[in-house]
């Protein structure tokens, strides 16, 4: 049997008496994009946390192409592959935007796989074309709207060039016209190829996110969280109208 | 002949285009060179004194800028790696009969290993607790210093050491050699990608770690370094005072450091070591009305802080040069137009 790209297990996490994620198992196949969706408090940015090792987990398995992820370092897991946003966005504001992303190309998976680029500054130049900010690339951080700074986090993450990326919130706070670009950024990627110097080989992806509209024209699947458990896991149209979901949405009677 | 004025032509040339278009680098220049030519003018013990003093705390200062400056990992112990390194130093003098050459890069060495064995501790702590944890490692120290006063001397501290020269010239020579070598390293090392990271991990160490940079190696490095270059230091100053003293452990060493760092501005290598050739001096000079030396002192920190919150560096800089707003390199602040890319200074 083929060993699952992702594979997550009775995974458990409390913050004090708060059980933010309880045993939640589901699994994923490579080049999958998931949506991970569910109420405000449901525990989608802690799993997210779990998957990169932020969070350690109570108790449970998270295993990525074979290889147990519970206990790892994050940036052992990001060199694994696994990259993440924030939800809130954490730029390191003082400095200028490209040396934002040349950080993660100084990360020693981002080196490894681009051994024929020779300088980083040129590589994460190419993230900042690929989320559209390259224009920016010198300004300060902390100078950008906050639109541009879910790009700036989209080309962090990619710049590792991840098998898995894990994006939260990726159209929060962000105009209609905004949230199609970047709709757009995310399709692109997965659909893989050469972004100048960056390679990608359509990673798969994990995207929580609230504006189910748009996320509905992305994913493949989705699962729903509810105080920490899983809820429900299907295709799009099927979670929907799910009674179950719409009742954790909208409360009881809420569909009618 | 000729190929030597093609040489001199071609130096003129980099000269013209590198030093000269930016009034910083043309301070920069003007300080090495009075710096390197200064006892060709004069041979005054006491100025040579200062001026060797004010070197060696040039080194401290920038080290401390490089650990907490830059990777944020506030150090309110600086003195220690400045005690440690005299006390290897001056031991491994007295009474192992090691050469100045072997001494001081080994105690610099036990310097190194301080950074490690305070950095592991210290890896989890943050900010304010950081703090007052790194402070009281150099007074702990000092009381080892003072339970072992066979080894260590206790309150008089190891005394003899020889100097590295007995010429005043050459000794002038090899501690502002010393000096300006190593500030230029350290301001190559934060002007390098692990600079960046280094600052990255200053800005919001778990970004970093999502970017796939192991932090903790980043930081233990910040410690190490930092500790070799104070170390370094504290080994020149025993040698050159001819003793290692609980002085250099005292807690006003460590706030010392810091003051000088915050005046000349933290983060930017060349704000402290101007800011130590700034104050030292200035203490040493208001020595003439030692009833104000430290009000004067005092007066002239606080000012500079209300009025320049970013260091006096950063802000003299600002105000010689302009940034371009296009390509953010940097012009004389009389230009019109940005020398690279033509456009409009405002």
């Known amino acids: 049997m083929a060993v699952p790209f992702l594979e997550v297990e009775a995974l458990t996490k409390s913050f004090g008496g708060l059980l933010a994620v309880n045993n939640v198992q589901f699994r994923m196949e490579n080049k999958e994009i998931l949506g991970l969706i569910g109420p405000n408090g449901a525990g989608k940015t802690t799993l997210l946390r779990l998957l990169t090792g932020i969070l350690k987990p109570d108790s449970g398995s998270i295993r990525f192409q074979g290889k147990q992820l519970v206990g790892l370092k994050t940036w052992d897991i990001v060199n694994m592959g696994v990259a993440c946003t924030f939800q809130n966005m954490r730029p390191f504001r003082r400095l200028p935007i490209i040396a934002n992303v040349m950080v993660s190309c100084l990360s020693p998976r981002a080196m490894k796989r681009g051994e024929w680029v020779k300088v980083v500054e040129s590589k994460a130049m190419d993230a900042l074309e690929f989320a559209g900010i390259s224009d920016m690339a010198l300004e300060k951080a902390s100078t950008l709207s906050q639109g541009d700074l879910k790009r700036l986090e989209v080309a962090r993450a990619v710049a590792t060039e991840p098998d898995l990326l894990l994006l939260d919130e990726p159209f929060g706070g962000l105009s209609p016209a905004e949230t199609d670009l970047m709709a757009k950024s995310i399709r692109r990627l997965h659909k893989g190829g050469r972004f100048g110097r960056l390679h990608s080989e359509g990673p798969a992806m994990i995207i929580v996110e609230h504006k189910l509209q748009q996320l509905m024209k992305i994913v493949d699947r989705i699962i729903v969280l509810n105080f920490g458990t899983l809820l429900a896991e299907g295709k799009p149209d099927d979670v929907v109208n799910n009674p179950q979901v719409i009742e954790a949405y909208l409360g009881q009677g809420g569909g009618q | ?346």
């Open chain 2, 1 to 346: 002949m000729v190929a030597a004025g093609l040489y001199l032509k071609r130096f003129y040339t980099v000269v013209r285009g590198e030093v000269l278009v930016l009034p910083s680098r043309v301070i920069v220049a003007l300080f090495f060179l009075v710096l390197l030519g200064m006892p060709l003018i004069s041979q005054n013990p006491y100025l040579i004194r200062v001026i060797v003093l004010t070197s060696i705390f040039a080194i401290l200062a920038a080290s401390w800028d490089l650990l907490s400056g830059f990777t944020g990992q506030m150090n309110f112990g600086h003195a220690l790696f400045f005690g440690v390194g005299a006390y290897a130093s001056a031991m491994l003098n007295v009474h192992l009969h090691i050469p100045p050459w072997g001494s001081v890069p080994l105690g610099a060495a036990a310097a190194v290993l301080t950074g490690l064995i305070v950095g592991i501790p210290c890896l989890r702590l943050k900010h304010t607790y950081l703090a007052l944890t790194t402070m009281a490692f150099p007074i702990i120290l000092m009381g080892i210093v003072f339970a072992l006063p066979d080894i260590t001397g206790g309150e008089l501290g190891i005394s003899g050491l020889q100097r590295i020269s007995n010429s005043l010239i050459v000794n002038y020579y090899v501690y502002v050699g010393i000096m300006l070598v190593l500030c230029t390293i350290m301001w190559k090392i934060t002007d390098s990608h692990t600079g960046i990271i280094f600052h990255a991990i200053r800005e919001d160490e778990l970004a970093v770690k999502a970017s796939g940079i192991n932090t903790t190696r980043y930081k233990l490095m910040a410690f190490c370094l930092s500790g070799f270059f104070a170390g370094i230091a504290g080994g020149l100053y025993a040698h050159y005072m001819r003793i290692a003293g609980p002085s250099t452990l005292e807690v006003s060493m460590s706030f010392t450091v810091v003051i000088w760092a915050v005046f000349g501005g933290i983060a930017t290598i060349y704000g402290p070591v101007a800011a130590v050739f700034i104050l030292f001096p200035l203490l040493e000079f208001v020595r003439f009305w030692p009833e104000y030396r430290m009000l004067i002192f005092a007066v002239v920190v606080l000012l500079i802080l209300l009025y320049m919150p970013e260091g006096l560096i950063p802000w003299v800089r600002d105000k010689i040069e302009k940034e371009c707003p296009r390509c953010k390199i940097r012009n004389v602040a009389t230009r019109k137009t940005c020398r690279i890319c033509t456009a409009v200074l405002d």
